[in-house]
């Protein structure tokens, strides 16, 4: 069984940036994502970034938010910028095709 463990998250204020790390428990040759769940509403996908490194974004989230992926496919990360009181979420890393979820982690843009 795969486990998947992020970190990073926290509290921060608005325009502030954080870098969220998900690590395997194992190599991963499949797709990873950043999924995230708004209060009351269902999990959403952020970001995905594929088994070749190529990531794709939700949105206009690429402006902000960049997602990649280190040589040995064991480990992603999340780098986000000018966060804004909206992107207040838990953050979940993903592999879909496995259906392996983290347990996600907490991210707060508050003054």
């Known amino acids: 069984q795969v486990h998947l463990v992020e970190s990073g998250g926290g509290l921060v204020q608005p325009g502030g940036s954080l870098r969220l790390s998900c690590v395997a428990s194992?190599?991963?040759?499949?797709?990873m994502s950043w999924y995230r769940q708004p209060p009351g509403k269902q999990r959403e996908e952020v970001a995905r970034?594929?088994?070749?490194?190529?990531?794709l974004y939700t949105g206009s989230l690429q402006d902000r938010f960049t997602i990649s992926r280190d040589a040995d496919r064991d480990t992603i990360f999340l780098q986000m910028n000018n966060l804004k009181p909206e992107d207040t979420d838990v953050y979940y890393c993903?592999?879909?095709?496995?259906?392996?979820w983290g347990q996600g982690t907490q991210v707060t843009v508050s003054s």
């Open positions: 993903v592999v879909r095709d496995r259906d392996i």
């Open positions: 194992e190599r991963i040759d499949h797709t």
């Open positions: 970034i594929t088994r070749a490194g190529t990531p």
